[in-house]
């Protein structure tokens, strides 16, 4: 049974993991018209083309979104404020502008300020991704599963966020209401901490000399493989997060450094039962993540 | 062609995850004439049982070693002292004892004196292992293409390490010698201190209000979940070896620490620069790992 596209075109600016990824589902999900792929960069663009990624292909953001009912931004976090003024006089009447961006906060104050009357602005977050990037690195499966939070502010049009959320779970998520604040606050231990860790202990390693560097990188299954897996997500991308989402991810690393701490004084002194005790603990925790279908 | 095993009888002391998966190799290859499993608790006696992971089952390790021409020593590093105490009066001469434990100083300064004239020890270490612990969590691909680090004190027979290093290439391992102190400093960087790391951010979720850490679990596919992964691993297993790898480990915890730190400052500072040079060089050993095999 054909179905009615949701929106009748649709533009996508920014074309890396995400921005790609939903471009794959559009087009399974029939769920637009037409579809523009926007990228500033040149190869980015060449390769979304060869993908056969959109209908039409341009480097001009404010030609993109000209006509379009719905626009994604896709771009790293640190671009948005520029982005959203270039666009806002081409913005139609009536069309909604969402985002896919890691901290909520910040996409909104940089954003909601630039957008014209009568155009709404529903900020969005679909949690999901794997450590590659770029146009190559999508597939129309990575949303499987997996929730997306929107976190629209109060009185955002009722109808706007239920279109942007139809679409995501056309792309296989479940969606979640939230503030905006409170997004930020999970994602920064959730995701952002975790990532700062990673990159953290994988610069270590990069700093010892080149043989103890070249046998870290032998024996990396022992357990800092998973790291290294982490640190080689994209680093605007994740610069953007870190500079964006300051002060939460200040707080959870106060708490986890107070608890490293900790852990560094039980190790020091010879405290087994401290060590134990929370090693039995956090097995409680991935029981939880396996429960919850997340592992 | 039918081979003579490498082993007329071997006793496997602890029949956990590497010691279970040892036994599966054992009868594939048909390396061990006779296999012994020996464990302290009548719940994994019972399941290697049910498993049919050996020849013979008992709790009491000194009948296990009794006639063997192998002793593999497969128990919490914490046990070996005592173990190997018990055991010595009943080592048949010629007898090889190894063992699998992750810090190879402690388990020599454990083992070594209580050793026997005649009977030798190879201190060993299959770098291969998943969270899961206990019997029914081994598979004898555990070791295909991992490394098996051996650290045999000078003087130490070279036809013993060889039989071990053969029985370890037979499980699909490739060899390394290396010394005790080595082998302890690169272990601590490459997986002891990303386990104690990964146990200390799961905590610091574990300490969070409840509504959180239900959040915090349910968007865990953002990043957390590789650490609840890790953070899932033996609580007694672990305690050991941070006991026993105390320096290196409190070492190696003391670059991160400062690397955190600096990495803290360019966050609340703003420094994107710091943050993005950062991202960018943890990529490269990404790569390397890769390339290496190791992802």
Redesign the interface.
């Known amino acids: 049974m054909p179905q009615t596209p949701l929106f009748d075109r649709i533009a996508l600016i920014g074309i890396g993991l995400i921005g790609s990824s939903l471009a794959r589902v559009l087009r399974r999900e029939g769920l637009a018209g037409h579809v523009v792929a926007c990228a500033r960069r040149a190869e980015t663009l060449e390769a979304a083309r060869r993908l056969g990624l959109a209908d039409d292909y341009t480097d001009d953001p404010a030609g993109a979104v000209a006509g379009a009912d719905l626009v994604v931004l896709g771009t790293p976090l640190?671009a948005y404020g520029a982005l959203a003024e270039t666009i806002a006089p081409h913005l139609a009447p009536g069309a909604i502008v969402t985002d896919v961006g890691?901290v909520k906060v910040a996409a909104i104050e940089a954003i909601a300020p630039h957008m014209p009357k009568g155009v709404h602005f529903v900020p969005g977050h679909p949690?999901?991704?794997t450590?590659r990037s770029g146009p190559e690195a999508g597939f129309d499966s990575l949303f499987d599963g997996?929730?997306c939070?929107l976190t629209p502010p109060p009185g955002t049009d009722a109808d706007a966020v239920e279109r942007v959320a139809e679409m995501w779970r056309r792309a296989g998520m479940t969606i979640e209401i939230m503030e905006a604040t409170h997004h930020d606050?999970?994602?920064a231990?959730?995701?952002?901490?975790?990532?700062?860790?990673?990159?953290?202990?994988?610069?270590?390693?990069?700093?010892?000399e080149q043989a103890?560097?070249?046998?870290?990188?032998?024996?990396?299954?022992?357990?800092?493989?998973?790291?290294?897996?982490?640190?080689?997500?994209d680093?605007?991308m994740?610069?953007?997060i870190?500079?964006a989402n300051?002060e939460p991810?200040?707080e959870?690393?106060g708490?986890?450094?107070e608890?490293?701490a900790r852990?560094?004084r039980a190790?020091?002194w010879?405290e087994?039962d401290v060590?134990?005790d929370?090693?039995?603990?956090?097995?409680?925790?991935?029981r939880?993540?396996i429960e919850?279908k997340?592992?």
Request: charged share 20%.
């Open positions: 640190g890691s949690v999901a991704g450590e997996r929730w939070i606050r999970v994602l231990i959730t995701s952002h901490l975790p990532h700062l860790i990673a990159y953290t202990i994988v610069g270590t390693v990069a700093d010892l103890t560097q070249r046998e870290v990188v032998k024996y990396a299954a022992s357990g800092f493989r998973d790291f290294t897996r982490i640190a080689a997500s680093p605007v994740w610069r953007d870190f500079l300051r991810v200040l959870m690393l708490r986890f450094s608890d490293l852990l560094q190790v020091r010879g087994g060590l134990a929370l090693f039995t603990r956090t097995r409680e925790i991935r939880g993540v919850a997340q592992a």
